[in-house]
């Protein structure tokens, strides 16, 4: 009887062996699958003329020997021809497509301040066997261009925008940091009581010198008041509290740093999870695109000595706030345990948070341990 018990364990034992490697084994699989899968749920891109099925590899940007080097890593997930990746969707061979990122690297470049490069011809390879491709973009970047000066048009007396410059006469030049920081010069009007301010920025090239003028121009509008006031989402708040809160009333002065300190106060009573002023103002926001267009101006606000015409605009901001009341009721359970070689301690407790049951904007709790 032993031996046959024996046996039996025996023929058991490799069983669940098995079953235990084929468990690992799956879970690794499915680890293993994840990017896999990412990947999968991409998106393929739509057709357009000239694509093919072949691939690619290998996408490279380099300089010529002997010239300088520029840091062209941004700039690799933005081409139209890239390899395929868990966070790039795959691009395939397509020459109408080559020539754009031909012209991208060249628009890179003088993003930069090199504004003389010269992007040769890029090289294509081709494997109609293997349905592959390799792509090398070979450029020579020239000399790079300096900041000369930068200038402010039509700034309001008494305001200072400079510290908003991220770059000085004779460094590099960058357009990037240099464009978007018109946004902040923006606000910083707006916090000034123009409520409708907008800054534009213009870069003017002396290509015998390299050298780069850049020149912000200031758009700040009437200095600004507050119009109609709209409360809306106010349900269990009355609201004359909610205006009495704002802190702004029809024909107050109006400022961004107004507008910010009324979403705040309103948020610090506890009685909103989100609170969102909106107002008429005509401001610019920052989307992202790159490059940044540096403002767009019509024609007829420009004058004959370069200055921007007067904004029709008026002088005053209506705003709608918009409130997401806080839960009516929250309830708060709590527990701890405190364990020693003598004793054990358990506390528990409990806690119940109404908003506006006794009146708008009341809080009332109860807690027992």
């Known amino acids: 009887m032993a031996s046959r018990h024996e046996d039996r364990r025996a023929r058991r034992g490799p069983t669940w062996a098995a079953g235990l490697a084929q468990a690992l084994v799956a879970a690794l699989a499915v680890a293993s699958c994840g990017p896999l899968t990412l990947g999968c749920a991409q998106t393929l891109a739509e057709k357009v003329p000239g694509d093919t099925d072949l691939a690619f590899t290998r996408v490279t940007i380099d300089a010529k020997p002997g010239t300088a080097e520029v840091d062209t890593g941004p700039l690799m997930g933005k081409l139209g021809s890239r390899v395929q990746s868990a966070l790039f969707t795959p691009r395939k061979y397509n020459p109408f497509r080559v020539a754009e990122d031909r012209r991208r690297v060249q ?91 907008k800054v534009y920025v213009r870069t003017y090239l002396d290509r015998a010198e390299k050298k780069i003028h850049v020149v912000y121009l200031c758009d700040p509008g009437p200095r600004t008041k507050v119009g109609k006031v709209t409360i809306e989402g106010h349900k269990k708040v009355d609201e004359a509290d909610v205006r009495a809160r704002l802190g702004l009333r029809e024909g107050d002065p109006f400022s961004l740093t107004a507008r910010e300190r009324a979403e705040r106060d309103l948020l610090d009573t506890g009685a909103f999870t989100q609170v969102v002023v909106s107002t008429s103002a005509d401001v610019e926001q920052f989307l992202g695109d790159v490059p940044d267009s540096g403002g767009i101006i019509p024609d007829d606000r420009i004058d004959a000595e370069g200055h921007l015409t007067k904004r029709d605009v008026p002088d005053t901001i209506d705003l709608v706030v918009h409130l997401d009341e806080a839960p009516k009721a929250r309830v708060r359970l709590r527990g701890t345990a405190e364990l020693d070689p003598t004793r054990i301690d358990l506390t528990a407790g409990a806690g119940v948070e109404l908003r506006n049951a006794l009146g708008s904007r009341t809080t009332s709790r109860c807690e027992a341990a």
Do not use: C, I, W
């Open 107 to 197: 628009t890179y470049l003088a993003t930069l301040g090199y504004f003389d490069a010269v992007v040769d011809e890029p090289t294509a390879r081709l494997d109609e066997a293997r349905r592959q491709a390799t792509l090398a973009f070979v450029y020579n970047a020239g000399k790079r261009y300096t900041l000369a000066d930068v200038a402010f048009r039509d700034l309001p007396s008494g305001v200072s925008l400079e510290g908003h410059v991220k770059a000085t006469p004779g460094g590099p030049y960058d357009l990037e940091v240099l464009r978007l920081a018109r946004y902040d010069m923006a606000q910083s009007l707006q916090r000034e009581g123009f409520g409708h301010a």
